[in-house]
Nanobody, 124 residues
Framework: QLQLVESGGGLVQPGGSLRLSCAAS????????IGWFRQAPGKEREGVSC????????KYAESVKGRFTISRDNAKNTVYLQMNSLKPEDTAVYYC?????????????????WGQGTEVTVSS
């Protein structure tokens, strides 16, 4: 069974940076796409970014393009989300998710395996 563990969240000032990590264990080779999602209080979960572990192709939500970068280290079974120029509206619980998919997509309902989340607060 696949297990996902997020880390790296915290409190950061506007304009600051954080790097989130998603460490996977279990049947990792079956799960071709890893996605990052976030959920702010009172809002629905939204897709932030995803990466295809085989092709390396990536996708980003419009709201984070140019500020966030997703990357992977297959040797460590870890996917990262580098977040720069953070804004208060980036405040949310960030989750990573995995699914055997042919293409990278930011649809939460397509992902079956989820981590427990890591909280990111952007505030002065």
């Amino acid at each position: 069974q696949l297990q996902l563990v997020e880390s790296g969240g915290g409190l950061v000032q506007p304009g600051g940076s954080l790097r989130l990590s998603c460490a996977a264990s279990g049947f990792t080779s079956d799960y071709t796409v890893i996605g990052w999602f976030r959920q702010a209080p009172g809002k629905e979960r939204e897709g932030v970014s995803c990466i295809n572990n085989r092709s390396g192709s990536t996708k980003y939500a419009e709201s984070v393009k140019g500020r966030f970068t997703i990357s992977r280290d297959n040797a460590k079974n870890t996917v990262y989300l580098q977040m720069n120029s953070l804004k208060p509206e980036d405040t949310a619980v960030y989750y990573c998710a995995a699914q055997p998919l042919a293409f990278c997509m930011l649809a939460a309902h397509m992902f079956g395996s989820w981590g427990q989340g890591t909280e990111v607060t952007v505030s002065s």
